[in-house]
């Protein structure tokens, strides 16, 4: 089973496009967008278990030069 995610993140002022493209090259992200309101970036990301989330999230996405807050909020099925 594959576990998803929305991963909302806040760039410096005028990197949000720069970001998103930088991120949609990461293996496990299935979509990157800049978008308006209190996030700059929108990301749909999936991986095997919480734990490769956790380390695509920690390890890949916030390495991202013009970070400089994430929120990840994992998806669920109900």
């Known amino acids: 089973m594959v576990v998803q995610a929305?991963?909302?993140i806040q760039t410096e002022?005028?990197?949000?496009?720069?970001?998103?493209?930088?991120i949609s090259d990461i293996d496990?992200?299935?979509l990157a967008e800049d978008v308006t309101?209190?996030?700059?970036?929108?990301?749909?990301?999936?991986?095997?278990?919480?734990d490769d989330l956790?380390?695509?999230v920690v390890?890949?996405?916030?390495a991202v030069?013009?970070?400089?807050?994430?929120l990840t909020c994992p998806v669920v099925h109900i």
């Open 6 to 8: 929305y991963i909302l």
């Open 13 to 22: 002022v005028g990197k949000a496009a720069e970001v998103a493209r930088q």
């Open 28 to 30: 496990g992200v299935t």
């Open 37 to 50: 309101g209190p996030y700059d970036v929108i990301v749909r990301a999936e991986a095997g278990n919480v």
């Open 54 to 56: 956790g380390q695509l």
């Open 59 to 62: 390890a890949r996405v916030q």
């Open 65 to 70: 030069d013009g970070i400089t807050r994430t």
